[in-house]
């Protein structure tokens, strides 16, 4: 199953991808998944509750976007809707980037 996401940003670039490498930075401690950054990319891989997956995030001017292939399940189990949620939160400006950062630990 594909799924991809597209979400805007109002601040400075450089902040949508310090939150967004807090969120992947978040995944990887809470779920152990891979996650590896090179320069505005950031790939994201692992398996959570079972359910195998690959993502790609990229940073563009103004604009996130994410494509994430998963099995078959992640849909039942609510993958897409959680993406999407952290997506927002991540994203929300109303978020202190350090607070988001502090989730990871």
Do not use: C, I
Request: proline share 3%; aromatic share 8%; no cysteine.
């Amino acid at each position: 199953m594909a799924m991809s996401f597209e979400k805007p940003f109002d601040f400075p670039q450089a902040e949508a991808l310090e939150r967004l490498q807090a969120l992947t930075d978040h995944w990887s401690a809470k779920h152990g998944l891979q996650v590896e950054w090179n320069g505005s990319e950031g790939r994201v891989s692992g398996k959570v509750r079972g359910v195998k997956f690959s993502g790609v995030m990229k940073v563009g001017d103004h604009r996130v976007t994410v494509e994430v292939k998963a099995g078959f399940l992640a849909e039942k189990l609510g993958g897409r809707q959680y993406v999407e949620g952290k997506l927002t939160e991540y994203l929300d400006p109303k978020q202190q980037v350090a607070e988001l950062s502090a989730r990871a630990r």
